[in-house]
T-cell receptor
Framework: KNEVEQSPQNLTAQEGEFITINCSYSVGISALHWLQQHPGGGIVSLFMLSSGKKKHGRLIATINIQEKHSSLHITASHPRDSAVYICAPMEYGNKLVFGAGTILRVKS | NAGVTQTPKFQVLKTGQSMTLQCAQDMNHEYMSWYRQDPGMGLRLIHYSVGAGITDQGEVPNGYNVSRSTTEDFPLRLLSAAPSQTSVYFC????????????FGQGTRLTVV
């Protein structure tokens, strides 16, 4: 069983739609990253959170430590949001474990 | 602020050749790590270091060596490249301690023919 499960694996949305990507994990963690990777590009950390909710512009991330679950929401999605989104819980001792990623395509 | 810098961005090697992937960070981070990213596999930890002079193996260390002589640099060495090492490699760094944000390099796309 994978330590980190992301869903969905693939997601196609129309511009303007509200998008949710879910992440469940089985390991004990100190924090969780949501990462973004554009095709052929590097990896950028969107959020690091250890409790509650964080918001950056149109992006919102939530985490429930007790239920070992996190979600990434994109409001008013735009084609430039098309990317791979990766959930990466951080174990104690700084080690990251990674989900397989969600491939998001937003059509105009 | 340069952040995490990886070189080269692209590399083609012949089977059996050796090379070093460079990773440098200017944030005085104690923790540095190397990952490989393969289609359908996600990112997997190769080696990591919690400080200068200290390194340890990750999930997929075979075929790779690392050293950490300074806080800033964490090179990854392929001693005898194999086609199975064709992948995209990412270096990352963070402060030690819980809830430390990780910063990633831009990646190195390596092809072994």
């Amino acid at each position: 069983k994978n330590e980190v499960e992301q869903s969905p694996q693939n997601l196609t949305a129309q511009e303007g739609e509200f998008i949710t990507i879910n992440c469940s994990y089985s390991v004990g963690i100190s924090a969780l990253h949501w990462l973004q990777q554009h095709p052929g590009g590097g990896i950028v950390s969107l959020f690091m959170l250890s409790s509650g909710k964080k918001k950056h512009g149109r992006l919102i991330a939530t985490i429930n430590i007790q239920e070992k679950h996190s979600s990434l929401h994109i409001t008013a999605s735009h084609p430039r949001d098309s990317a791979v989104y990766i959930c990466a819980p951080m174990e104690y001792g700084n080690k990251l474990v990674f989900g397989a990623g969600t491939i998001l395509r937003v059509k105009s | 602020n340069a952040g995490v810098t990886q070189t080269p961005k692209f590399q083609v090697l012949k089977t059996g050749q050796s090379m070093t992937l460079q990773c440098a960070q200017d944030m005085n981070h104690e923790y540095m790590s190397w990952y490989r990213q393969d289609p359908g596999m996600g990112l997997r930890l190769i080696h990591y270091s919690v400080g200068a002079g200290i390194t340890d193996q990750g999930e997929v260390p075979n075929g790779y060596n690392v050293s950490r002589s300074t806080t800033e640099d964490f090179p990854l060495r392929l001693l005898s490249a194999a086609p199975s090492q064709t992948s995209v490699y990412f270096c990352a760094s963070s402060y030690s301690g819980d809830s430390a944000e990780a910063f990633f390099g831009q990646g190195t796309r390596l092809t072994v023919v």
